[in-house]
């Protein structure tokens, strides 16, 4: 009896102990493409237009990715994350002499518009260490100025392959350059100033870098293994959309990219926002097409028309695809209204400097919305019937809530939010006081939703339900350090629950959509 007491006390303590779950987040879209300058296949966060050009090089024609992100936040969108790919490029090189021989280094990140620079100077560095020196490497925002964006510093350096502080090991680290030659026998001359002076100057990056080419939809996919293109996105970043603009102005984006972007999409539960075609120019072609349109999914979602702005480099009015706007337009309605609320069946109403490439009639816009399509507008229509976004699903032979976007995002917003807020658990060890603590801590979830008007039914047996124990959770699992929790609720009909299994391993977590038998559901204690 009084391990009895003790174990509840324990599991009371634990219960208090327990961290809330933090709401995820709703609007934060990720863009997949080329860019100008920046960082290669990696996840980078960019809270606005400024921080983008300052890192990636701004607008650029062969860049669709550079006008999408441009429009995003133009149209209310609020933070992203931004995956730069390359078809080729090559960094710039820098060429240090060394006596009779030279030293080369290459960048990084490829592209004409990497301006980098560096120093060489002995400062502190003893007669007798001939092989070492230092070594100052610096990435400039515009040739020839002092603008500078990033720089290392390497100090006491050794040209020797076997020392310890050796310049391929150092520069294996380096966010802006790596060695591109073998070791010469001499180490790197002083840099001198201008004219010659006694000052340390610089020797500049070789104009020898390449921009790469039109992008393929391999290049957008990438590699798993090594986490390129699109596998760049399977960090610890979260997302809520994914934006893949299309490979050049006449490019669109292929199917396989399509179904692998969407395949990471449910792994991140996230939505992917997708271009019409080109070819659907009209309303008239987009219902055509739509016919034997095949790709379609709940976890996908299609803005039509295309984008008509001005393009500031051109100078004069351009088509881009709509993606990138309407993930704005998500972003914007989300800072006004949760993402369950009915209030986002309002128009998806572009701002002042996008309008429609074509016009879209009462009538057209029906036939669109049949077929999974949503029809952007420019200005209100006043006594227009508000019928909702929808995901990329037909209406013919489709019966789910998942057609309906609001209703998708909040079920998506809960499995993330789940998912990531109960993280915690690989850290402890299983069992009945675990067990309680994420019972407790997950209803409390869905307790704070039901305050704020989240769900349909009258009370909590008719809105959600939370499962945790052994019947998930065996000594097996225990053993192998598994952890399962089962949950559900109420998407649109009280007590209709969609039900979801959440598994926490070692090292990753995932949830999933399971069917669970209604008769073995708990009642709510």
Known sequence: MPELVVSEIDTERLIRLQPAIERAATAVTAF????????????????????????????????????????????????????????????????????????TLIGVSPGTREFLRAAVDYDGIVAGDADRFNLVVQRLRVAGTELIEEQEIFRRVSIRPDAERALPGLLSK??????????????????????????????????DGDDGDTLTNYDIIGDALSGTGLFALRGEETFNFLCVPPLS???????PTLLVALRLCRERQAMLLVDPPAAWDTPAAAVEGLRGWPFQSEDALMFYPRVLTFDRLRGRYEQFGSAAAGA???ARADQVCPVWSTTEADEPMLRPGLRPAAS???????????????????????????????????EVGVKTDWRYLASRRFA????????????????????????AQVRSQVTAFFESLERDGAFVGRDA?????VICDERLNDAAAIACGQFQLLFGFAASRPGDFQTYLVTHQPDSSAARTVSVNRYALPRQS
């Open 32 to 103: 997949v493409g080329r860019a100008l300058k920046g960082p290669v296949d990696q996840a980078t966060s960019i809270s606005s237009f400024d921080n983008y050009q300052r890192i990636f090089g701004g607008l650029w024609q062969p860049s669709t990715l550079s006008y999408a992100v441009e429009q995003y936040f133009e149209n209310g969108g609020r933070s992203c994350i931004v995956v730069r790919v390359c078809n080729g490029g090559r960094a710039p090189t820098l060429t240090l002499r060394c006596g009779e021989a030279t030293l």
């Open 328 to 330: 704005g337009l998500l």
């Open 461 to 465: 047996s008719e809105s959600y339900f």
């Open 412 to 435: 998506l917003f809960i499995m993330a939010s789940i998912e990531h807020g109960t993280r915690w658990v690989r850290l402890e060890h299983g069992g009945p006081p675990l067990w």
């Open 174 to 207: 380096s966010r802006l350059v790596r060695l591109a030659s073998a070791l010469p026998q001499q180490r790197p001359e002083r840099t001198v100033g201008a004219g010659g002076t006694t000052a340390v100057g610089y020797v500049v990056s070789n104009p």
């Open 249 to 255: 102005r006449q490019l669109d984006v292929g199917l």
């Open 360 to 394: 879209v009639t009462d009538l057209d816009r029906i036939r669109l919305i049949q077929g999974g399509v949503n029809a952007l507008t420019s200005q209100r229509h006043n006594g227009r019937q508000h019928v909702g976004l929808r995901t990329l699903l037909p």
